[in-house]
C-alpha cells in the first residue's frame, strides 16, 4: 500500500513502450485466438499462492502488446480517440486521490470542480439560445450539465427526464439511423414501444414525423451517427417540435465536439433547441474513457433525479450548507471524470480544442478525395464530419467483409464496417489529428492488397 508512486509510474511507461513495440502496428496479429493465447501466457495463475513482483510491468505489457492502439494512425474502425497525454495524466491523479462524487465530503473540491465545468459547457451547448441573457436568469431556467460514462447513459437519463417531465405516456420517437441505445433506454424505462421513422438516406426526414399521432412526444435527432456520422437537419426538426409542442431530445455524442470549432460548429445549427442534449467527449474531444455529458437546457428539469440517503445527504446537512450529490447521476459511487476534461479544457483553450476538431476533419476530406481520385475504391459520399465509407470497386458485400477481417488478422489495420445505400462499406473513423497524407496512402494500399482478385 505505501510503495512510492514514481518508480511505478516508470515501470508503467517502459512496459507500454515495450507492449507497444513487440505488437508493430495498430492491432496484435492472429486474431481472437493468437490474442487470448499470447495473453494467457503472459498472466500465467491469475491469483497465485504468492504475489509477484513484477506483475504490474508484465501484465501491462501484455495489455499493450494485445491492445487495439487508437493513437496508431492506422487504427480508425471506431469512434475510439487516442487520449489527449495532459488528459491521461490528470486521470492518473484522480486514480491516486481517489474522491467519490456521491457526497460532499468525500469530494470537496471535485464537487465543486464539477459543478464549475459542467455549467460552462452546457452553456457552451445553448450559447446561441442565451446569448445576451447575461448570468441575470434564476439558475433553475439555466442550462446544466451532468457527467456520465457515455451516450448510452446520457440518452437513458435523456428519456427518464422526458418521462419524468411529459409523463407515464410519453413515447419515443426516433430514425432508423439513431443510436440503439434509445429505444433500449425507452424498453428499460417502461415507456411506450418507440416508433421508428425510415431514415432510407442517412438522415431523419422531417417531412416523415408529420404523420405521427399526437401525445406527449420526445423527438430525438442525431447529430453525428455511428455508422456515417450523418447530421439530421435540426433546425427543421426543431421546428416540427415546436409546431407540435414536441419535446426534442439531439443525441450528438459524435458531432457534438464541432461546437469547439468556429468553422464547423454552424453545422450544429438547432442544438440550442433541444430540451437535452448528448456529448461525448471520450469521441471528439480526446478524453480518456469515460467523458460524457448529458446537456439540459432549463435546470428545473433535473430535480426529478432527487434522491435521498441519510447517510450521504441528510436533510438537516443539507439546510447547513454540504452540497448534495445525489442528483446529479444515478450512480452513487462515480469517479471525478471532470478532471480530465477540466485540464483539457484550461491547457488548450478554445483555440487548441479547435484546431484538433479541424485537423480531424479536413483530414477525412482529404482521404475522401483520395478514395474519389482512386480507380479502384468507390467513395458512399462526402464527409460530413470525420467518418469516411468506402470499398473496393466492384467487391462483393461478402469480398468487403473479407478484407475488413483479413486487415484484423493481420494487425495491419482496424477499420470498420457499415451498411448503406443497401450495400457494405469499409469505415475509416478519423480521429487522430496526427495522421498525415502518406498514412491515408498507405491504408488504402493496404485494403487494396488484400482484396481479391
Known sequence: MHTPLRPLLDTVLDALEEGTRLRGGPLPAGGPPKVAERLRAAVGDVFPDEGDPEA?????????????????PLCAAHLHCPPLPVAAAADLAVSVLNPSMDSWDQAPA??????????????????????????????????????????????????????????????????????HSLPRAAWLLGMPAPIIV??????????????????????????????????????????????????????????????????????????????????????????????????????QDLPALNHRADYLNADDDTEAGLPDLLGRSLRTTRRPDVLKIAVTLKTLGRAGLAALVDQ????????????????????????????????????????????????????????????????????ATLLNPTTQPEHLTALLHLVEGTTPR
Do not use: M
Open 56 to 72: 504490474l510491468r508484465h501484465l501491462v505489457r501484455a495489455l499493450a502488446e494485445g491492445a487495439a492502439d487508437p493513437s496508431h
Open 110 to 179: 471535485a464537487s465543486e470542480l464539477e459543478s464549475l465545468v459542467t455549467r460552462a459547457l452546457a452553456e457552451e451547448v445553448y450559447a446561441d439560445a442565451f446569448r445576451g441573457a447575461g448570468n441575470c436568469a434564476p439558475s433553475p431556467h439555466r442550462p446544466d450539465a451532468l457527467i456520465t460514462t457515455g451516450g448510452t447513459e446520457s440518452n437513458q437519463l435523456a428519456l427518464l427526464l422526458a418521462r419524468e417531465t411529459l409523463g407515464p405516456g410519453a413515447r419515443l420517437v426516433c430514425g432508423e439511423n439513431a443510436h
Open 198 to 299: 425510415p431514415t432510407p438516406h442517412g438522415t431523419l426526414v422531417p417531412a416523415a414525423l408529420e404523420a405521427i399521432p399526437h401525445g406527449p412526444l420526445l423527438i430525438a435527432a442525431t447529430a453525428g451517427t455511428t455508422d456515417a456520422g450523418l447530421i439530421d437537419p435540426l433546425p427543421d426538426i426543431a421546428a416540427l417540435c415546436a409546431q407540435r409542442g414536441a419535446r426534442l431530445h439531439i443525441d450528438a455524442a459524435y458531432g457534438g465536439g464541432l461546437l469547439l470549432s468556429p468553422r464547423h460548429r454552424a453545422k450544429l445549427t438547432g442544438i440550442e433547441t433541444a430540451a437535452t442534449v448528448t456529448l461525448d467527449l471520450h469521441k471528439l474531444g480526446w478524453q480518456p474513457v469515460a467523458a460524457g455529458l448529458l446537456a439540459v437546457r432549463a435546470g
Open 360 to 427: 480531424v476533419c479536413s483530414t477525412a476530406q482529404e482521404f475522401a478525395a483520395l478514395v474519389e481520385r482512386h480507380p479502384g475504391f468507390e467513395l458512399h459520399e462526402p464527409p460530413t464530419i470525420s467518418t469516411v465509407l468506402f470499398r473496393p470497386a466492384g467487391a462483393t458485400d461478402d469480398a468487403v467483409a473479407a478484407v475488413r477481417r483479413q486487415l484484423l488478422a493481420d494487425g495491419h489495420a482496424v477499420l470498420g464496417r457499415a451498411r448503406a445505400a443497401n450495400r457494405l462499406w469499409l469505415k
